[in-house]
């Protein structure tokens, strides 16, 4: 079965660090696009980082030199390294499989539980 | 950064009904445009990708349309299960930003 089981998230102090990991099973995460996404209490959708498979990172403005995606291709997990925390980081962070849906096409297809981080004092 | 705006933000509808929900994108995106369902407390589920291609699994009363910048979600007969939120999503270039969602409640 393919899926995604995250974990590591927690309440933490404000300027404080946190792991998250991102358990694979049914697929190689090392093969394909993998992004974590996350959503603040009551708002949408927020973009957060992605690795593609040749292991190029892009991350949004908004956590860029913060936040570091990365995988171990041995667990076959991806993580996310989340360092200096602000209250606005309190959300439930989701990973998500970049499907490569059509030849051209590409799309969130597997998603994870989530897993919360609530950062405050 | 491409900025993807979706309306109307909530809409009330009954069990039956045609739904229509809109997303507009700042620029350009050909068919690089993904809609997303999400119930309380649950993931987000992929129903649509490339503007109108059915994921496999979604039913078919779900349907996407658009190019470029205008984009439709389309829900031709209203079931129970469908009282959730929608996000589109671009796909076009990083970061793949979503829309800010449009919450389809029980009139």
């Known amino acids: 079965e393919v899926q995604l089981v995250e974990s590591g998230g927690g309440l933490i102090q404000p300027g404080g660090s946190l792991r998250l990991s991102c358990a694979a099973s049914?697929?190689?995460?090392?093969?394909?696009?993998m992004s974590w996404v996350r959503q603040a209490p009551g708002k949408g959708l927020e973009w957060v980082s992605v690795i593609y498979s040749g292991g190029s990172t892009y991350s949004a403005d908004s956590v860029k030199g913060r936040f570091t995606i990365s995988r171990d291709n041995s667990k076959n997990t991806l993580y996310l390294q989340m360092n200096s925390l602000r209250g606005e980081d309190t959300a439930v962070y989701y990973c998500a499989r970049v499907g490569q849906l059509d030849p051209d096409y590409y799309g969130m297809d597997v998603w994870g539980q989530g897993t919360t981080v609530t950062v405050s004092s | 950064d491409i900025q993807m705006t979706q309306s109307p933000s909530s809409l009330s509808a009954s069990v039956g009904d045609r739904v229509t929900i809109t997303c507009r994108a700042s620029q350009s995106i050909g068919f690089y445009l993904n809609w997303y369902q999400q119930k309380p407390g649950k993931a987000p589920k992929l129903l649509i990708y490339a503007a109108s291609s059915l994921q496999s699994g979604v039913p078919s009363r779900f349907s996407g349309s658009g190019s470029g910048t205008d984009f439709t979600l389309t829900i031709s007969s209203l079931q129970p299960e469908d009282f959730a939120t929608y996000y589109c999503?671009?796909?076009?270039?990083?970061?793949?930003?979503f829309g800010g969602g449009t919450k389809v409640e029980i009139k």
């Open positions: 999503q671009q796909s076009y270039s990083t970061p793949a930003t």
């Open positions: 049914g697929f190689t995460v090392r093969s394909n696009y």
